[in-house]
């Protein structure tokens, strides 16, 4: 299994960036996809989930109505549409999965890191004032 994000940057506030998560070595269906982020010397934040087997997205309160999360499953690829950036965004941002034959994802535990078993190297995005 591999995850390779891309897409980060510096950017404005108020501006938009979308984050890409290349996937190899599983099968879609058989796992949840989330976007996590951190600042240095604080733990890891879910952002976003999707499981297109249990036909569900979750976000935090935090980017709720500002990001959007998506697949493309041809290209194999996960993405982050972030919009109406502030300064309080800027963080690594990881992509994750987690196996469904042994997690659920489920409003109240999507965002906990350690039922993810595979993560990208992450990818800084920076928003300035």
């Known amino acids: 299994v591999q995850l390779v994000e891309s897409g980060g940057g510096l950017v404005q506030s108020g501006g938009s960036l979308r984050l890409s998560c290349v996937v190899s070595?599983?099968?879609?269906?058989?796992?949840?996809i989330a976007w996590f982020r951190q600042i240095p010397g604080q733990d890891q934040v879910g952002v976003a989930v999707?499981?297109?087997?249990?036909?569900?997205?979750y976000y935090s309160d935090s980017v709720k109505d500002r990001f959007t999360i998506s697949s493309d499953r041809s290209r194999r690829t996960v993405y982050l549409q972030m919009d109406s950036l502030k300064p309080e965004d800027t963080a690594t941002y990881f992509c994750?999965?987690?196996?469904?034959?042994?997690?659920?994802?489920?409003?109240?535990?999507?965002?906990?890191?350690?039922?993810?078993?595979?993560w990208g190297p992450g990818t800084q995005v920076t928003v300035s004032p």
């Open positions: 999707s499981s297109k087997r249990d036909r569900a997205s």
């Open positions: 070595g599983f099968d879609f269906d058989e796992y949840a």
């Open positions: 994750a999965v987690a196996k469904l034959s042994h997690v659920r994802i489920t409003p109240t535990t999507w965002y906990q890191p350690w039922d993810y078993d595979y």
